[in-house]
């Protein structure tokens, strides 16, 4: 058994000047402060990677300059999929009796620390060095590849996966914190700038400065603690030309393993946080995990079933779409919002029902999944 | 066929190159010095005939790097060759999912790569 027992979350856009330990830094000061816990108690920790600050131990790095003793540390590379696993891995540390508190923590100033061209160049190395990325292929044309697929098999239209796009956005425009807040058509994302056909810019998640933490407790310790409640892995293929089935990525096993180790079905989670590096991204997983019928994600999100005020709500902070994507803790800010609602504190973007959470995180092109479950206390 | 015969453009030749398992038949197409489906330690090196039906496609608009970007747009396809397994490589532009396909290498940045074409009936 593990809670959340804080959580920070840094605006999501420009951080001239902050690097990756001060941005790591900036979010773990609030989660601390959010957990009501010092230093001192913080007796593991673990974090992910930067590409900006490329370091073999980046989590002792951290914990020298932050001023941490922890009795365990550790970093952890599973690309987007990093953060869920982080916490993952946190619960399962406490569970265990490694740890009391750990800290888990990421940031990265993707956005202002290197050139476009460096992060696009940087971010297609998940593909292969020998066989992919030589083409010229780039993390948008490896999805645009399964977005063509994906299209052909279920006669979805661009439109329609726009309409993912656009409901994410009108979910940033009611969080202060997130990168694009100013609202958006179909037409506006169909207007936009062709990266990797069919997907244009705006069905692409932006690079980002940002900072995410989270306290993951033996105790509850505060009023604001949620617990996990179980959690789940698959991880089937690295590259998309060695993907089996591209109707079975691993997405649906991820969640089955999360969903037996918590004794809840997929039907009983009130509130959704999925990973949503582009609206292709966010369409499979949904579809794969069984949250909507095959096809039908863009509908869903047309219809309003995932607004803060639908029938189940979805990444109401504006997602990795919107609220912008720094990396590892990119996802974590999905987290973020989730334990925002979970314990009553989302302001204007509180749902009615948040008393399960389900969460889902994948890393390189639909490679590493990691799902959680989390539950009121 | 010996291994030094086979035409592989991840080392400059004009051919696709793949693997299969004398033991369990598996086939595959990134190179490895056993099986990764039953462990055999010695695979044998195929030369593909380059045919094969389009899997899946994009035209790549956004090259990533400056050096790429004399070429953009290029189309990225998947195709599913004809021995049993699937490539990632270029192809022409306007092809569609399930169309049949063959083929070619040319120069792209400092290197050959394979670039799928239109199979003639």
């Known amino acids: 058994m593990s809670y959340i027992t804080g959580g920070g979350l840094l605006p999501y856009g420009k951080h001239p000047g902050r690097d990756t330990l001060g941005l790591m830094s900036d979010a773990a ?3 601390l402060a959010d957990a009501g816990l010092d230093r001192a108690d913080i007796d593991g920790l673990v974090c992910g990677y930067s590409t900006t600050f490329p370091h073999l131990m980046l989590s002792t790095a951290f914990a020298e300059h932050f001023g941490l003793d922890p009795h365990y540390a550790h970093g952890v590379q ?3 999929a990093t953060g869920f696993a982080l ?7 406490v569970d265990a009796g490694v740890a009391r508190n750990v800290l888990v923590t990421a940031g990265e100033n993707r956005m202002t620390g290197q050139s476009r061209d460096a992060a696009m160049t940087t971010l297609a190395q998940v593909g292969h060095s020998r066989y992919e990325v030589p083409l010229g292929a780039t993390i948008p044309a490896y999805y645009a590849l399964v977005a063509s697929c994906y299209c052909h098999e279920y006669g979805v239209r661009a439109e329609q996966l726009a309409e993912l796009a656009v409901m994410t956005r009108r979910h940033a425009s009611m969080h202060p914190g997130a990168q694009f807040r100013e609202l958006i058509t179909v037409a506006d994302v169909m207007n936009s700038k062709t990266i990797a056909a069919p997907l244009k810019l705006l069905d692409c998640c932006p690079v980002s400065d940002g900072g995410c933490a989270f306290v993951i407790s033996r105790t509850r310790g505060n009023t604001h603690a949620v617990r996990i409640r179980g959690t789940g892995q698959a991880h089937h293929h690295q590259h998309i030309s060695a993907a089996r089935d591209v109707s079975a990525f691993g997405a649906a096993d991820s969640a089955a393993r999360a969903l037996a180790a918590a004794g809840v079905k997929i039907e009983d989670a009130r509130y959704l946080a999925i990973y949503d590096s582009f609206t292709i991204t966010l369409a499979i997983l949904l579809e794969e995990i069984g949250l909507t019928p095959r096809g039908q994600a863009g509908e869903f999100a047309r219809a ?5 005020d639908g029938e189940r709500p979805m990444n109401t902070h504006g997602g990795l779409l919107s609220y912008g994507h720094c990396g590892v803790a990119g996802a974590m800010a999905h987290l973020a919002e989730a334990y925002l609602q979970m314990t ?5 973007r509180q749902v009615k029902d948040a008393s399960l959470a389900f969460l889902h995180g994948d890393g390189g092109v639909l490679s590493s999944h990691v799902s959680l479950i989390l539950e009121q206390v | 066929m010996s291994a030094t ?5 991840t080392e400059g030749g004009a051919g696709l190159a793949y693997q299969h398992c004398p033991a369990c038949q598996a086939r595959w197409y990134m190179h490895r010095d056993f099986c990764p489906h039953c ?5 044998v090196n195929a030369q593909a005939s380059g045919l094969g039906v389009i899997y899946a496609h994009t035209e790549v608009t956004r090259a990533p790097t400056e050096i790429l970007r004399q070429y953009a747009p290029y189309t990225i396809v998947l195709v599913d060759c004809a021995e049993g397994f699937r490539v990632m490589a270029h192809g022409q532009a306007g092809l569609r999912i399930g ?5 070619e290498f040319i120069e792209f940045g400092d290197r050959i790569i394979p670039r799928f074409i239109a199979a003639g009936d």
């Open chain 1, 29 to 31: 000061t609030l989660a």
């Open chain 1, 78 to 80: 599973l690309g987007g």
């Open chain 1, 87 to 93: 916490v993952m891995l946190a619960h399962q540390l």
């Open chain 1, 304 to 308: 309003g079933y995932f607004d803060h």
């Open chain 1, 344 to 348: 009553g504190r989302a302001g204007v």
């Open chain 2, 5 to 9: 015969a086979i035409l592989d453009w």
């Open chain 2, 39 to 43: 462990g055999h330690a010695s695979p």
């Open chain 2, 99 to 103: 169309d049949r396909v063959t083929a």
